[in-house]
């Protein structure tokens, strides 16, 4: 059998595989990122309601009406950011439907795609299913700081896109004004595109403003910037996601959104709108909740002797395990404290190329997206189990 080589040999991803070890050793599952408590009720009400009274047959292939101008007025109160509704926004099922539209929109066979290493897990197959090349730019901890000199090395007159996730999944990283000018340069002197993966637009830390890379001079026309409701509105199942950018893209990225999904669940997308219409305070509210996690996680993991690396936002925080010197791989750690410790966690290895050379061995990725006694339940464990 000669099935896509793409897909074929690719294995079960970590966040499936370390959940279902989780509910075998019951254990606390700081692996996969999803909040444990699902978001705003009157979002949930809305949608529900919708789903009883209807529509619920085929919505409008790019969205509701109510749902793209509740993304383009929210592009404009956050970022101040002009996207037309009708021509410029498209509604895709979940953030990972809409990077693939982006990304099949915009390569064709032979083109070169630049991401910056560790990645979140889809890009890479999404980017090599169409048969363009993949190269990674690594990162280096602590910092993550986006290194000039081997960015602009990797760009080449094959470089189509460049993928930035930001705030960065798992680095925790939110770029600096500075590494997003780098990165606008070369893209214009390269003529290349950006796929922006924001999804944690609104998960920033100590004061940290989220800057899409569509808001800096130039390059609107060159980003598609991707949001999703499942972070926004900690609402991971609904898989409800939105891309805006300039009209000659979307074009594109709206045929291959007809053939992927074609739609997204009406009753959701009318939830989604009136979430993206909320006071500012719930967007602030959601953000420092989840700072005040992130502290405790850091005391936990420094408690038990884990230094761990900065987190400027996302769900996740990153340790360093080397110290305790732990005989195996990332991966096994993670398995061992899975099985002993009962609190999962998720190796930070399997977010790099297979063919990198910078995977660590010694990072090991928690959440922190959970509810204060579970936290405090995962620190009694961990601090049993080391302490
Ligand atoms: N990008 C990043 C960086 C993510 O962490 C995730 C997972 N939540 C996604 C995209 C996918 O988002 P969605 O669940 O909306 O498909
Ligand atoms: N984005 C989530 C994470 O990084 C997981 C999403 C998934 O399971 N595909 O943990």
């Not at 893209?187 to 609104?202: F, G, Q, R, T, W």
Request: a negative charge.
């Amino acid at each position: 059998m000669n099935l896509n080589q793409v897909f074929a040999s690719q294995g079960t991803t970590v966040f499936t595989v370390m959940s279902a070890l989780a509910v075998e050793h019951g254990a606390i599952n700081l692996g996969q990122g999803f909040p444990d408590v699902d978001g705003p009720e009157a979002i949930r009400r809305l949608a529900a309601e919708r789903l009883i009274d209807g529509p619920n047959q085929y919505p409008p292939m790019t969205g509701i009406p109510e749902l793209r101008q509740a993304v383009s007025r929210h592009n404009k109160r956050f970022y101040d950011l002009d996207y037309d509704w009708q021509s410029e926004v498209i509604v895709t099922s979940g953030a990972t439907e809409a990077l693939s539209d982006c990304i099949m929109a915009l390569l064709n066979p032979g083109d070169e795609a630049i991401v910056l290493e560790p990645f979140y897990d889809c890009y890479l197959p999404q980017i090599e299913q169409t048969g363009a090349t993949v190269k990674a730019v690594s990162l280096k901890p602590p910092q993550w700081s986006i290194p000039e000199d081997l960015l602009e090395a990797a760009f080449s007159d094959k470089t189509k896109l460049v993928v930035l996730n930001s705030p960065m999944n798992p680095a925790s990283k939110v770029f600096t004004g500075e590494e997003l000018s780098v990165l606008a340069r070369l893209l214009e002197k390269y003529d290349a595109y950006a796929v922006c993966d924001e999804v944690y637009e609104h998960l920033t830390f100590d004061g940290r403003k989220h800057v899409p890379l569509a808001s800096l001079p130039g390059m609107r026309e060159r980003c598609l910037r991707i949001g999703s409701a499942g972070k926004t509105f900690s609402l991971t199942g609904w898989k409800v996601g939105y891309i805006s950018g300039p009209e000659a893209l979307i074009n594109v990225v709206s045929k291959a959104h007809q053939f992927v999904t074609f739609t997204t669940c009406p009753a959701l997308q009318y939830g989604v709108a009136h979430g993206l219409e909320m006071e500012e305070d719930y967007f602030t509210g959601l953000a420092s909740e989840l700072e005040g996690k992130r502290d405790f996680l850091r005391q936990t993991l420094e408690g038990i002797g884990l230094p761990v690396l900065p987190c400027d936002g996302t769900y996740f925080m990153t340790a360093d395990i080397a110290k305790f010197g732990f005989n195996g791989s990332d991966y096994d750690f993670c398995k061992h404290i899975t099985a002993n410790a009962k609190v999962a966690a998720v190796p930070m290895s399997v977010f790099y190329h297979p063919s990198s050379q910078a995977k660590p061995n010694n990072l090991v990725r928690f959440c922190f997206c959970k509810k204060d006694n579970v936290m405090a339940e995962a620190a009694e464990r961990l601090n049993g189990f080391f302490g």
